[in-house]
T-cell receptor
Framework: DQQVKQNSPSLSVQEGRISILNCDYT??????FLWYKKYPAEGPTFLIS?????DKNEDGRFTVFLNKSAKHLSLHIVPSQPGDSAVYFC????????????FGSGTQLTVLP | GAVVSQHPSWVICKSGTSVKIECRSL??????MFWYRQFPKQSLMLMAT?????????EQGVEKDKFLINHASLTLSTLTVTSAHPEDSSFYIC?????????FGPGTRLLVL
């Protein structure tokens, strides 16, 4: 049972346009969400995060939106750049004793020049 | 989808003891596995890249003699925290490089008393 889902395995966007990556979760206990970026043959790198007490967090070109009622979060990248081409993972955790990170399956973003 | 397991999920040990964590790819072969460490509310920190049949590649600042990594087969990598101390208490997560993406294990919570 996937608690964190990224339903789009791939996304192509033109350079300069907005990239929107989506993530859905089922466990209402999750209270912290993260996005990771991963290049081939490298480990994921942290991108941006958001706490459940917020609905938006912005860092430069990256903005994460959280809709708790819909159990949905999204990552917006604007403007998109070719260097943004990578696999993006969303992850979720809850502040209980386990503190496990649950990851989505990833979305391959390709930014076309 | 591909599954990566970690064992144990929780471990509590006394200071000075060694702890071994296993990471297994259950339904695919992984020539490359990654070991991460995460502190609460922080991003994953890549500790080392584990390559089957060869020595692990450690990230800067990670003590090789402290965190022993063995990738003896295409489905198993182990991380041994030697002479653990309270500052080693953390959440350790592995991931395995699959054909199309990176698959993460569920993580191991280590508490050193």
């Amino acid at each position: 049972d996937q608690q964190v889902k990224q339903n789009s395995p791939s996304l192509s966007v033109q350079e300069g346009r907005i990239s929107i990556l989506n993530c859905d979760y089922t466990n209402s206990m999750f209270d912290y969400f993260l996005w990771y970026k991963k290049y081939p043959a490298e480990g994921p790198t942290f991108l941006i995060s958001i706490s459940s007490i917020k609905d938006k967090n912005e860092d430069g070109r990256f903005t994460v939106f959280l809709n708790k009622s819909a159990k949905h979060l999204s990552l917006h990248i604007v403007p998109s750049q070719p260097g943004d081409s990578a696999v993006y993972f969303c992850a979720a955790e809850f502040s209980g004793s386990a503190r496990q990170l649950t990851f989505g399956s990833g979305t391959q973003l390709t930014v076309l020049p | 989808g591909a599954v990566v397991s970690q064992h144990p999920s929780w471990v509590i040990c006394k200071s000075g003891t060694s702890v071994k964590i296993e990471c297994r790819s259950l339904d695919f072969q992984a020539t490359t596995m990654f070991w991460y460490r995460q502190f609460p509310k922080q991003s994953l920190m890549l500790m080392a890249t584990s390559n089957e049949g060869s020595k692990a590649t450690y990230e800067q600042g990670v003590e090789k003699d402290k965190f022993l990594i063995n990738h003896a087969s295409l489905t198993l990598s182990t991380l041994t925290v030697t002479s653990a101390h309270p500052e080693d208490s953390s959440f350790y997560i592995c991931s395995a490089e699959g054909q199309e993406t990176q698959y993460f294990g569920p993580g191991t919570r280590l508490l050193v008393l």
